[in-house]
């Protein structure tokens, strides 16, 4: 869909006028990118950097209600939430999947057991099933053997869901494009263009891919639409909007499995401050998040975990899995990620609500916040907001598909197991048949110990719009989070698969591993 000459050949065709412009390719404007597409809206969505490359990649992964809002009375946020987890697991078959949580109880907790009995009773009242149950001890410890026994009263088994952040968003973004609609990565918007009576029209746009020059453009649309997630203030301040985001950072610890063992999700308080935290087993790895922390330094640079949120995180999963011992030097890599929040000045960052804001400014649309898992309702609304500037052109059905139905397993017609057809099919969608079909014979075994296929490697190098080594390695596959170093011991054979379909000479090779090497380091890493 992206091959090697699509940049060049769309540039020059970005000047025509668009109906809609979404600035910011995470889950937000990926979400309102496909549903303007589907409209036939010509409808164009750029990024400054990688689609999902902010907040989008960088979240807990989990399709969920959001439990723990009950406990703030957030009940509309909850019963929407888990409203769109049903329907994106009925329609994101093979990218969105149920997953298990055990959330124990132990004597001594400041929520004792029957509340969350409760909690999770309303939890699933509001998805109309019944899918919890209690434990009692010796059952907990059957299902999780390793958790902390000391204390352990029993504990409560329920469902959520889980994703791939990244390829959902990645698959929003090509579902749209299939509907004719255009979509760049590293296309900053540097300025916004305005008419004489101050309502902006359009934006001015800059080139930052390699090869790009820092080209600019002027690029006008009836309706532009800021879904800049953590950064929206830098654009509303261009026409005189007034700082309103609190930016909180959000930071993960990864483990291997061999030294952190779950086969299912495990929810507790944390025993420093009674916050929930998640354990999530999530591609072959298990996760450990998330803290909640105002995010000071400039968002420009590329967030990172500090020294006190690691040992937030560690003496978390220490305090549950005690037997484990586990060290720093057990964590494989880190990833943080930034939330922007309305900031209303709570003392507790985790006091400030979720919910998403919209604000319409001198004819620019900003919507942020919210969550990944609410990206349709998000899309809605904003473009709900702006129908009044297209005419009888806007016209949105609840019932309309989130993400398009894909062809059955059978299609992929090689021999995978279902589950890794399964797989295919909701990462790639439409796609995963010119996949398979593109894969060489030795593409089609796993990476290391992942579930993922070099296949992937190869198809996503080849025409997903891979600009650096980063997006290839942490966002159209995640091996970045899923193999020790970063792929390191892999890299040999990373080159071997995707040189050639991303047309990289060895220089270039070279400058983009140490690049990436650099950027894993900072970001995902300890140090
Ligand atoms: P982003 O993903 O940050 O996208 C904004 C994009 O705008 C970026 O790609 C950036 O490059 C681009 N951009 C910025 N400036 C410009 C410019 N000038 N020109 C062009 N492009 C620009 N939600 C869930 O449902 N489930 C979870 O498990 C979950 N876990 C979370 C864990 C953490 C730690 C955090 C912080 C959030 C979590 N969330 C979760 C919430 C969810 O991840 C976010 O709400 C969502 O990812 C925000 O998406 P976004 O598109 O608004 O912003």
Redesign the pocket.
């Known amino acids: 869909m992206w091959d090697k000459r699509w940049r060049d050949q769309i540039w020059p065709s970005l000047a025509e006028p668009w109906d809609v412009i979404i ?7 990926a979400g309102i990118f496909r549903e303007a597409a589907r409209l036939g809206l010509r409808t164009l969505l ?4 990688d ?6 990649s ?7 209600g959001g439990f723990r809002y009950l406990k703030n009375a957030q009940i509309k946020l909850c019963l929407e939430s888990v409203r769109e987890r049903e329907r994106l697991l009925k329609e994101g078959r093979g990218l969105i999947n149920q997953l298990g949580f055990l959330l124990a109880s132990y004597r001594g907790d400041s929520i004792p057991v029957w509340v969350f009995g409760a909690g999770l009773m309303i939890y699933d009242l509001l998805a109309l099933k019944w899918n919890h149950r209690y434990y009692d001890a010796f059952d907990i410890k059957v299902l999780c053997p390793t958790i902390k026994e000391d204390k352990l009263l029993g504990g409560f088994r329920y469902f959520d869901a889980q994703t791939d ?1 990244a390829r959902l968003v990645l698959r929003l973004i090509q579902e749209g494009v299939q509907y004719g609609a255009c979509a760049l990565n590293y ?4 300025g916004l263009l305005r008419r004489s009576n101050g309502q902006v029209c359009g934006i001015e746009l800059q080139d930052e891919a390699p090869g790009g020059n820092f080209r600019c453009m002027e690029v006008r649309a009836e309706v532009v639409i800021n ?5 929206a203030d ?2 509303r301040q261009q026409i005189g909007g007034r700082e309103r985001l609190r930016k ?1 950072r ?3 610890l990864v483990f291997s499995p061999s030294r952190l063992p779950i086969s299912r999700a495990i929810s507790f308080l944390h025993p420093q401050d009674r916050r929930p935290v998640f354990i999530i087993p999530w591609e072959g790895v298990s996760i450990i ?2 803290t909640d922390v105002d995010h000071r330094l400039d968002i420009l640079e590329d967030p990172a975990i500090s020294q006190q949120e690691v040992n937030y995180l560690l003496s978390a999963v220490r305090s549950i899995f005690p037997s484990l011992e586990l060290q720093e030097k057990d964590i494989q890599c880190t990833y943080s ?3 922007p929040v309305v900031d209303t000045g709570k003392e507790d960052p985790s006091k400030e609500s979720r919910e998403h804001i919209l604000w319409q400014e001198q004819g620019l649309l900003t919507i ?7 990206f349709r309702l998000m899309a809605h609304t904003a473009l709900q907001a702006v129908a009044r500037r297209l005419p009888g052109r806007i016209k949105l059905e609840g019932q309309q598909r989130m993400l398009d139905l894909t062809p059955g397993e059978e299609t992929i017609n090689v021999d995978l197991s279902r589950a890794a057809r399964l797989r295919l099919l909701g990462r790639f969608g439409a796609q995963a048949q010119s996949l398979v079909a593109a894969a060489h014979p030795e593409d089609l075994l796993p990476v290391g110990n992942t579930a993922t296929l070099w296949a992937e490697l190869r198809w996503a190098a080849r025409s997903e719009g891979v600009i650096h080594l980063d997006d290839l390695l942490l966002r159209r596959v995640r091996l970045g989070l899923l193999l020790p170093e970063g792929g390191q011991n892999e890299m040999e054979r990373i080159r071997h698969t995707t040189q050639l379909e991303l047309g990289w000479d060895d220089d270039h090779w070279k400058m983009e591993e140490q690049a990436y090497t650099r950027l894993w380091k900072h970001s995902y890493s300890l140090s």
Not at 23 to 29: E, K, L, V
Not at 58 to 64: Q, Y
């Open positions: 600035i910011g390719g995470g889950i937000t404007g750029v990024d400054a950097s689609f999902a490359s902010g907040t989008s960088r979240s807990s992964k989990l399709v969920h952040d296309a900053r918007v540097i879904a800049t997630g953590a950064w830098k654009l909180l959000g930071s993960h998040g998330t990620g930034i939330r942020t916040g919210g969550k990944l898992t609410t």
